[in-house]
């Protein structure tokens, strides 16, 4: 199994930043990506962002393209992001994702809150 821990999350004010880190452990195998993904209540759960390990390239979200910047250390099976210039609608729950070749794994979730 592969467990992802997060760190990071927390309550900022609008304009503000924020840097979620989370680290995958556990009994890895080819990860294939890992990205972000968030909820808020009562909507689904939409990809954040997205860095491929097998084959490169990022992929964002429309909402936060020019905001939010994904980043790994593959040494480290750890995965980044970067969120700038927040707003009150990035308020969500974000779960850091990993896509391996045994399947896809969820962190527990961390709390991003934008309020003044």
């Known amino acids: 199994q592969v467990q992802l821990v997060e760190s990071g999350g927390g309550l900022v004010q609008p304009g503000g930043s924020l840097r979620l880190s989370c680290e995958a452990s556990?009994?890895?195998?080819?990860?294939?990506?890992m990205g972000w993904y968030r909820q808020a209540p009562g909507k689904e759960r939409e990809l954040v962002a997205l860095i491929s390990r097998r084959y490169g390239g990022t992929a964002y979200a429309d909402s936060v393209k020019g905001r939010f910047t994904i980043s790994s250390d593959n040494a480290k099976n750890t995965v980044y992001l970067q969120m700038n210039s927040l707003k009150p609608e990035d308020t969500a729950v974000y779960y850091c994702?990993?896509?391996?070749?045994?399947?896809?794994?969820w962190g527990q979730g961390t709390q991003v809150t934008v309020s003044s």
């Open positions: 556990g009994s890895i195998v080819s990860i294939n990506a």
């Open positions: 994702y990993t896509n391996t070749i045994a399947g896809v794994y």
